[in-house]
């Protein structure tokens, strides 16, 4: 296009959200009652990846449904900038913190917890975990180092380059048990390929908990841009293998970035909720199918997913989803499993 944009993305820069974009969609909100924690979202500061405030998170968990918590996930914000390195995402910490005692009786969602960052291969984890807590005030519930290690020449939008063959480390492996045997999880975003990866180590560490993001991570986009049906048989599998090992739980959600190919980010109509549907739901009841909702939980992985739709539809096509599901394990899904992982009743 002859200036570089096109409808929901600047080409330039695909990491710019358009909220005039995306409220062109507005829909009635499905069982508006319903309480929902989010139990995945990012905050970045200006001149951060996406430009996210709590007021941005504050105006999508307000737009209709029934969000109660949120648990925010490590996204390498407001990293320290000197100091030992082992300890600058410590300001990553300081930085969600003062955001979650503001969110804190605000009238709107709260920021309940937080899943940080640090090496798992550093040689006192012990010394790590402490600090965290500290730092956190209580809200520390675990640690996401991703796998996610794009391979070569794959033409991905959102390319990764953690430390390869981390799971074999047993260095790596050594720090998920200290996490464990401190109460502590694990999770990690990877692409769908590297779920063997995340089974693996669920089975070398059987005492950590450990938290599968974005369902695995299915990709169309690069060289799998036609290969969905050949990923989706494969990445069936991976994900029976891992739910099979009792210590994993899975994020519903996460399926909306860039990589997963749905292709509504460059549309000229972002898409609804039916459409979210359609595309998805084969994906997230074969999760459920595998994991069980006890073992499952909602996140809008906000607001990198927000490139492609809005948190109204988002939540209102989940919601669809799994409306022939007990009451039960609804509630598992949209809190209660949250609730649990994140010890959120501290």
Same mark, same amino acid.
């Not at 909720?273 to 595309?279: L, M, P």
């Given at each position: 296009?002859?200036?570089?944009?096109?409808?929901?993305?600047?080409?330039?820069?695909?990491?710019?959200?358009?909220?005039?974009?995306?409220?062109?969609?507005q829909?009635?909100?499905?069982?508006?009652?319903?309480?929902?924690?989010?139990?995945h979202?990012?905050?970045?500061?200006?001149?951060?990846?996406?430009?996210?405030?709590?007021?941005?998170?504050?105006?999508?968990?307000?737009?209709?449904?029934?969000?109660?918590?949120?648990?925010?996930?490590?996204c390498?914000? !407001?990293?320290?900038?000197?100091?030992?390195?082992?300890?600058?995402?410590?300001?990553?910490?300081?930085?969600?913190?003062?955001?979650?005692?503001?969110?804190?009786?605000?009238?709107?969602?709260?920021?309940?917890?937080?899943?940080?960052?640090?090496?798992?291969?550093y040689?006192?984890?012990? $010394?790590?975990?402490?600090?965290?807590? $500290?730092?956190?005030?209580?809200?520390?519930?675990?640690?996401?180092?991703?796998?996610?290690?794009?391979?070569?020449?794959?033409?991905?939008?959102?390319?990764?380059?953690?430390?390869?063959?981390?799971?074999?480390?047993?260095?790596?492996?050594?720090?998920?048990?200290?996490?464990?045997?401190?109460?502590?999880?694990?999770?990690?975003?990877?692409?769908?390929?590297?779920?063997?990866?995340?089974?693996?180590?669920?089975?070398?560490?059987?005492?950590?908990?450990?938290?599968?993001?974005?369902?695995?991570?299915?990709?169309?986009?690069?060289?799998?841009?036609?290969?969905?049906?050949?990923?989706?048989?494969?990445?069936?599998k991976?994900?029976?293998?891992?739910a099979?090992?009792?210590?994993?739980?899975? %994020?519903?959600?996460?399926?909306?970035?860039?990589?997963?190919?749905m292709?509504?980010?460059?549309?000229?109509?972002?898409?609804t909720?039916? $459409?979210?549907?359609?595309?998805?739901a084969?994906?997230?009841?074969?999760?459920?199918?595998?994991?069980?909702?006890d073992?499952?939980?909602?996140?809008?992985?906000?607001?990198?997913?927000?490139?492609?739709?809005?948190?109204?539809?988002?939540?209102?096509?989940?919601?669809?989803?799994? %409306?022939?599901?007990?009451?039960?394990? %609804?509630?598992?899904?949209? !809190?209660?499993?949250?609730?649990?992982?994140?010890?959120?009743?501290?």
């Open positions: 296009m002859a200036d570089n944009k096109m409808e929901g993305i600047d080409v330039n820069n695909p990491l710019v959200l358009r909220n005039d974009w995306l409220a062109t969609v829909e009635d909100i499905v069982d508006p009652d319903r309480a929902i924690i989010d139990t979202h990012h905050l970045w500061p200006a001149g951060g990846l996406i430009e996210y405030s709590l007021e941005d998170l504050h105006a999508d968990t307000g737009s209709g449904h029934n969000v109660v918590k949120t648990v925010f996930m490590e390498h914000a !407001s990293y320290r900038e000197d100091g030992p390195a082992h300890l600058r995402s410590l300001g990553e910490v300081e930085y969600v913190r003062e955001n979650a005692e503001r969110s804190r009786g605000s009238g709107q969602a709260e920021i309940a917890a937080m899943v940080t960052h640090f090496d798992l291969h040689p006192d984890v012990n $010394e790590l975990i402490d600090a965290h807590e $500290e730092t956190s005030g209580g809200m520390f519930r675990g640690i996401r180092q991703a796998l996610a290690n794009a391979r070569p020449n794959e033409g991905l939008m959102l390319e990764a380059h953690g430390p390869q063959d981390m799971y074999k480390n047993p260095d790596f492996l050594k720090g998920m048990k200290v996490l464990g045997d401190r109460g502590h999880s694990y999770e990690s975003w990877h692409y769908h390929y590297q779920n063997p990866e995340f089974a693996a180590i669920a089975r070398a560490v059987p005492g950590t908990l450990m938290v599968l993001d974005h369902i695995g991570t299915p990709v169309a986009t690069g060289v799998y841009a036609d290969k969905r049906d050949a990923v989706f048989e494969e990445w069936k991976d994900i029976a293998d891992i099979s090992c009792e210590n994993t739980i899975a %994020k519903l959600g996460g399926f909306a970035m860039p990589d997963n190919g292709g509504w980010m460059g549309r000229d109509v972002p898409p909720s039916d $459409e979210v549907v359609a595309a998805q084969a994906y997230y009841l074969h999760v459920i199918e595998c994991f069980t909702p073992r499952c939980m909602f996140e809008s992985n906000f607001p990198v997913d927000k490139l492609s739709l809005s948190y109204q539809v988002f939540f209102n096509a989940m919601k669809k989803i799994v %409306k022939d599901f007990s009451e039960d394990e %609804k509630n598992a899904m949209f !809190s209660g499993t949250a609730t649990r992982v994140y010890r959120l009743n501290k």
